[in-house]
């Protein structure tokens, strides 16, 4: 193998080639890695401080459901204690209505009573001032034995 001068002309070039690589060309390749390598580095961490604020509102998500959760049990709990109270409230106002209903009824009867009783005597009267007609065969005058039969009605 011999060297010759087409050897020594292609190291130097190959040489020159590497030097002006290595001034020009690797500095800014080097840079570009380091911002890429920075951006992925912030990627990454942003991806993991997104990765714990997700929990963070997941956990609070899940307190908040939770005391929805019981919020709504209490709400519940409250409507049916106050459909409770009305339903109590309307059974009261329904027995003091029907209470007076009754107690009118009462009055009513008590007077209808009162009256029948009345009319029972006059005509208890009449019966027997017609029986102590017939019984006399005589004629009565009602007029003239008005406080008789005055007395006759209150008797009965």
Same mark, same amino acid.
């Given at each position: 193998?011999?060297?010759?001068?087409?050897?020594?002309?292609?190291?130097?070039?190959?040489?020159?080639?590497?030097?002006?690589?290595?001034?020009?060309?690797?500095?800014?390749?080097?840079?570009?890695?380091?911002?890429?390598?920075?951006?992925?580095? $912030?990627?990454?961490?942003?991806?993991?401080?997104?990765?714990? #604020?997700?929990?963070?509102?997941?956990?609070?998500?899940? $307190?908040?459901?939770?005391?929805?959760?019981?919020?709504?049990?209490?709400?519940?709990?409250?409507?049916?204690?106050?459909?409770?109270?009305?339903? #109590?409230?309307?059974? %009261?106002?329904?027995?003091?209505? %029907?209470?007076?209903?009754?107690?009118?009824?009462?009055?009513?009867?008590?007077?209808? +009573?009162?009256?029948?009783?009345?009319?029972?005597?006059?005509?208890?009267?009449?019966?027997? +001032?017609?029986?102590? #007609?017939?019984?006399?065969?005589?004629?009565?005058?009602?007029?003239?034995?008005? $406080?008789?039969?005055?007395?006759?009605?209150?008797?009965?």
């Amino acid at each position: 193998m011999s060297i010759n001068a087409t050897l020594i002309g292609q190291a130097i070039w190959f040489a020159l080639f590497i030097w002006i690589t290595m001034k020009f060309v690797w500095p800014p390749l080097q840079k570009a890695m380091a911002a890429r390598q920075a951006q992925i580095a $912030d990627g990454l961490a942003a991806a993991e401080r997104a990765k714990q #604020e997700q929990e963070i509102v997941a956990k609070r998500s899940a $307190d908040a459901l939770k005391d929805s959760k019981v919020k709504t049990a209490e709400l519940l709990a409250q409507a049916e204690k106050r459909a409770q109270q009305i339903i #109590e409230e309307a059974k %009261a106002q329904a027995k003091v209505e %029907a209470d007076k209903v009754v107690a009118g009824a009462k009055a009513e009867i008590e007077q209808e +009573v009162e009256r029948a009783k009345h009319a029972l005597r006059e005509r208890v009267a009449e019966l027997a +001032v017609a029986g102590a #007609e017939k019984i006399l065969r005589k004629e009565i005058n009602a007029s003239v034995h008005a $406080d008789m039969l005055g007395t006759l009605k209150q008797d009965l």
